[in-house]
């Protein structure tokens, strides 16, 4: 899948499993019990979705990422701001440079686990 999707977890009273959405086609979606099944159900949304609008010559958008700059902002309590700025002068990075890292390296970790 080349576009964009969001998973979240769908609660107990709207059916339980998971609802994938496309940020690029607000009219497409499809959930599952699992996110996997999720990912697979919205793979054939899409599809459907795209064939939908070539059949009725509708412009098909280009793969966006989301409307993501790569910035937001986050207060942190002055303790963890502190132990961060303390980690990342210690091994030479900038707080970004550290923040980044140890992000990226938690997704990988909460992505193997899902998979």
Do not use: W
Not at 87 to 99: D, F, Q, T
């Amino acid at each position: 899948m080349n576009y964009p999707f969001e998973i979240k977890p769908l609660s107990i009273e709207d059916g339980g499993g998971f609802l994938i959405t496309f940020p690029d086609f607000s009219d497409c979606f499809s959930d599952g019990e699992t996110i996997e099944d999720a990912i697979k159900n919205g793979e054939d949304a899409l599809q459907a979705t795209i064939k939908t609008l070539k059949e009725f010559n509708f412009p098909i958008p280009q793969p966006s990422s989301g409307g993501f700059s790569g910035k937001f902002v986050q207060r942190l309590p002055r303790t963890l701001h502190q132990k961060l700025a303390i980690k990342a002068k210690s091994e030479g990075v900038s707080l970004n440079a550290l923040v980044t890292a140890l992000l990226a390296e938690s997704i990988g970790k909460l992505e193997k686990k899902t998979a």
